[in-house]
């Protein structure tokens, strides 16, 4: 079926504001994983999703960052009292299952600019 | 602490063969996958080694020793549409969670 889609595709916001962004894996992957990409860096680990499973958050930043799951299907990274630190491009992943981990299916990401 | 090491930039010319070397440092270790990214694009995935030795995927190849912490990915008959940032990710600490280095740029000229 069609790839992993990501909406919006560019978000402007002030600082201060709260942002929501949002992922569509494709259909029947069970694993969601949300990273961040700065300018010229590698991507950093944010969240993973398995099934019905708890979510390893341990690479959300702050206590500012948070994100949910409706069953295996959409995802929602939120991100709260936007800081000018928080500008970068938000991609996420999906893979098979959770014996595929290791081969992700990447979205084209949201760029975030918060001004 | 956990790392993993990349060369920043490697150029090179149509037809060559260019070897992007990884070391990694971290806590865990269960395989080394690697990514190619074109400008403004999105990551795809390249390969996968879990146990040492080579594994072959047309024109690229990526080797890994366990031992040594230490892999590489080979890209041979290089081609203009090869020019991307590669990156190598370590699924270590734990199952899914993927550390990646901060990524090659391949520069493939005429």
């Known amino acids: 079926g069609a790839g992993v889609s990501q909406s919006p595709s560019n978000k402007v916001t002030e600082k201060g504001k709260d942002v929501e962004l949002r992922c569509d894996p494709i259909?029947?992957?069970?694993?969601l994983y949300w990273y961040r990409q700065r300018l010229g860096q590698g991507l950093e680990f944010l969240i993973y999703?398995?099934?019905?499973?708890?979510?390893?958050k341990s690479g959300l930043p702050s206590d500012r960052f948070s994100a949910e799951r409706t069953g295996e299907s959409v995802s929602t990274l939120t991100i709260q009292r936007t800081q000018q630190e928080d500008s970068a491009v938000y991609l996420c992943?999906?893979?098979?299952?959770?014996?595929?981990?290791?081969?992700?299916?990447f979205g084209p990401g949201t760029r975030l600019t918060v001004t | 602490g956990q790392s993993l090491e990349q060369p920043s930039e490697v150029t090179a010319v149509e037809g060559a063969i260019v070897q992007i070397n990884c070391t990694y440092q971290t806590s865990g270790f269960y395989g080394l996958s690697w990514y190619q990214q074109h400008d403004g694009g999105a990551p795809t995935f390249l390969s996968y080694n879990a146990l040492d030795g080579l594994e072959e995927t047309g024109r690229f190849s990526s080797f890994l020793s366990r031992s040594d912490s230490y892999g590489y990915l080979l890209l041979q008959e290089l081609q203009m549409k090869d020019s991307a940032s590669y990156f190598c990710?370590?699924?270590?600490?734990?199952?899914?969670?993927?550390?990646f280095g901060a990524g090659t740029q391949v520069v493939v000229t005429p």
């Open positions: 990710a370590v699924l270590g600490d734990s199952w899914g969670k993927f550390q």
């Open positions: 259909s029947g992957h069970t694993a």
């Open positions: 999703f398995q099934g019905n499973s708890a979510p390893d």
């Open positions: 992943a999906s893979s098979s299952n959770r014996d595929r981990a290791y081969e992700q299916y």
